[in-house]
């Protein structure tokens, strides 16, 4: 049985996905666009850099182990109160990277302390064709509470290991 927050997520992105289903607005008039108002933050650096037209994040430059692999680890976090973690990949060089992930045996682990490695799900980089500077995103279930906000994780691809990062 499905709890009722999980089928109105599935909901909303049924919707998200299929779009509306109306021709327009009553005579067959075309419907009038709605300008909608972004919500906005108390003021403060980040929103002033914002304001002035919006933050870049640099990336740290990668590590010797990271130009090798091809794959830089952009990103690792813990969200959904606890129970996923995001990791994000930038492409560095597509040619190592597809050879790399090319091989299943390769998928992303992640290596918390002494815990067992959390995988990626089977089909988190499936037939994936990869390009210079893309970035690609692996949720992993958190089994056991493996990785936790400020601990140091490595991520493994296969025989080639990165890292560790500090799990934000």
């Known amino acids: ?3 009722p927050g999980a089928i109105l997520l599935m909901g909303a992105l049924s919707l ?3 779009g509306c289903a109306t021709s327009g607005a009553a005579g067959g008039k075309p419907a009038t666009p709605v300008t909608l108002q972004a919500h906005t933050a108390a ?4 929103a002033a850099a914002h304001a002035a037209g919006g933050a870049v994040v640099k990336l740290p ?3 010797a182990q990271e130009v090798a692999a091809g794959i830089q680890v952009t990103h690792i976090g813990v969200t959904a109160s606890g129970g996923l973690v995001d990791a994000r990949f930038r492409v560095l060089d597509p040619a190592k990277a597809n050879t790399l992930l090319g091989n299943m045996a390769n998928a992303p682990a992640l290596i918390a302390g002494d815990l ?3 995988m990626a799900p089977h089909h988190a980089i499936k037939s994936g064709r990869y390009a210079k500077d893309q970035v690609f995103v692996v949720l992993y279930p958190n089994m056991r509470q493996a990785v ?3 601990a140091p994780v490595s991520v493994a691809f296969g025989p080639v290991r990165i ?4 799990a934000q």
């Not at 003021?43 to 980040?46: I, K």
């Not at 890292?163 to 500090?166: N, W």
């Open 1 to 3: 049985m499905r709890s």
């Open 16 to 18: 998200g996905f299929a």
């Open 43 to 46: 003021p403060g650096p980040a």
């Open 61 to 63: 430059d990668p590590t």
């Open 116 to 118: 067992p490695p959390l």
């Open 148 to 150: 936790r906000s400020g």
């Open 163 to 166: 890292g560790p990062v500090t």
